[in-house]
């Protein structure tokens, strides 16, 4: 019904920056909130950061000043701008989209999927 399409990861040194996009398709019918969370090797997935449709964000103290996130509704994208990259921002992102999707002549208020994720490696 709705696929996320993430993409933007890779290899970066610390202190360097990249931007991560996701972008939502299907029979969607509205999205309310687009977020990206995180899972380190070993760790619980965590919220990195959200976005509300109105622009309201929301960021995990460990990102909050380093990572920036945005979204386009007319295109159901969202972005993740990651600057000053650390070895600890290593884990796989993954993009998740809270809404509401057709289904035949409903509507289904539960939506709620994930992308497959993209990995974030901080090296030197």
């Known amino acids: 019904q709705v696929q996320l399409v993430e993409s933007g990861g890779g290899l970066v040194h610390p202190g360097g920056s990249l931007r991560l996009s996701c972008v939502a398709s299907?029979?969607?019918?509205?999205?309310?909130?687009m977020g990206w969370y995180r899972q380190a090797p070993g760790k619980q997935r965590e919220l990195v950061a959200a976005?509300?449709?109105?622009?309201?964000?929301n960021y995990a103290d460990s990102v909050k000043g380093r990572f920036t996130i945005s979204r386009d509704n007319a295109k159901n994208t969202t972005y993740l701008q990651m600057n000053s990259l650390k070895p600890e921002d290593t884990a796989v992102y993954y993009c998740?989209?809270?809404?509401?999707?057709?289904?035949?002549?409903?509507?289904?208020?539960?939506?709620?999927?994930w992308g497959k994720g993209t990995l974030v490696t901080v090296s030197s």
């Open positions: 998740n989209v809270e809404g509401a999707v057709v289904v035949g002549s409903t509507i289904d208020y539960g939506m709620d999927y």
């Open positions: 976005i509300t449709t109105g622009g309201s964000t």
């Open positions: 299907g029979s969607i019918f509205s999205i309310n909130v």
